[in-house]
């Protein structure tokens, strides 16, 4: 068995006295340095097929393959995917499906990401029509202020209250409510 390769390990000594049941323990090493025994069951039929350094190695590959990890983008789609997962609706999104825009699509105002909680200018992912999920074709990026201003209400009862709220105030200036009643 020495010098035998069986995936990452190759055997370098041995054969050693079980330390339980009636396999003999080999000593391996594995492709990245680590020594360590192994028993030969575990090797012949690939029970052990390393150290575990190919499994971090792999999962570390796949969460930073695309170089995006670190960015908003990337942080969206992850809270989409969670969200989507724990609420029990369709995901089916890419990375490359996030786009952030300078401005706000809805309210024009510039987009920026805050620290700490989430202010009115943070980019905020937005399903466009909620029972459809997140989902490629009803996902895009607004403010976190638009995304909160549509939160709950219909396109029907949006344009109810701003036919409402121009005839109270009179007109649109563009100011707040709260500027108006200053």
């Not at 908003?72 to 969670?82: D, G, M, P, Q, W």
């Not at 700490?116 to 009803?138: A, W």
Request: net charge positive.
């Amino acid at each position: 068995m020495i010098g035998k390769k069986f995936y990452q390990w190759t055997v370098i000594g041995g054969p050693f006295k079980p330390s339980y049941g009636n396999n003999l323990d080999w000593m391996c090493r594995c492709e990245c340095g680590y020594e360590g025994t192994v028993t030969g069951t575990n090797l012949r039929r690939g029970g052990s097929k390393g150290c575990g350094c190919l499994n971090v190695k792999t999962i570390v590959q796949a969460a930073t393959r695309h170089g995006l990890s670190k960015t908003l983008e990337y942080a969206l789609f992850v809270a989409a995917k969670s969200r989507a997962k724990k609420n029990g609706i369709p995901f089916n999104l890419d990375l490359a499906d996030i786009e952030i825009p300078d401005l706000c699509p809805v309210l024009g105002i510039p987009m920026f990401k805050a620290t700490g909680k989430n202010k009115s200018n943070s980019p905020s992912l937005d399903k466009i029509i909620v029972e459809l999920g997140y989902v490629k074709g009803n996902v895009w990026v607004i403010s976190n202020r638009a995304n909160t201003i549509k939160n709950n209400a219909t396109i029907e009862e949006i344009e109810l209250l701003a036919t409402a709220l121009r005839k109270k105030i009179g007109g649109d200036n563009g100011q707040t409510l709260y500027q108006l009643a200053g």
